[in-house]
């Protein structure tokens, strides 16, 4: 599976974004999928999950009810819809394929990575 990542770009503070990942190759909508990011200086950190069903979903404390994941499976598309955007959201965002074992959070359990696409917020 092929993971590519699309939607960043430069956005004000308060303002939104909805960061899009596609995959190429079959079983899509077997996998998990996940969302995580590394800003400047420092390490990768989760920032949100889907179940393979959609059904469940998984953040990161510090998303606070403004980042919402969601998948279509007929469009293999993954979303992360951003809203009320901080400077401390600057980072770039990889979106993961994950097959099930392990934890959601832990990013070396992922099978499948994206290229990542870089969301900058100025203040």
């Known amino acids: 599976v092929q993971l590519q990542a699309s939607g960043g770009g430069l956005v004000q503070a308060g303002g939104s974004l909805r960061l899009s990942c596609t995959a190429h190759g079959r079983k899509f909508g077997m996998y998990a999928m996940g969302w995580f990011r590394r800003a400047p200086g420092k390490e990768r950190e989760f920032v949100a999950a889907?179940?393979?069903?959609?059904?469940?979903?998984y953040y990161a404390d510090f998303v606070e009810g403004r980042f919402a994941i969601s998948r279509d499976d007929a469009k293999n598309t993954v979303y992360l819809q951003m809203n009320s955007l901080t400077p401390e959201d600057t980072a770039v965002y990889y979106c993961a394929g994950h097959s099930g074992r392990g934890s959601y959070e832990i990013d070396r359990t992922y099978d499948y990575w994206g290229q990542g696409t870089l969301v900058t917020v100025s203040s």
């Open positions: 889907i179940n393979w069903s959609g059904g469940s979903t």
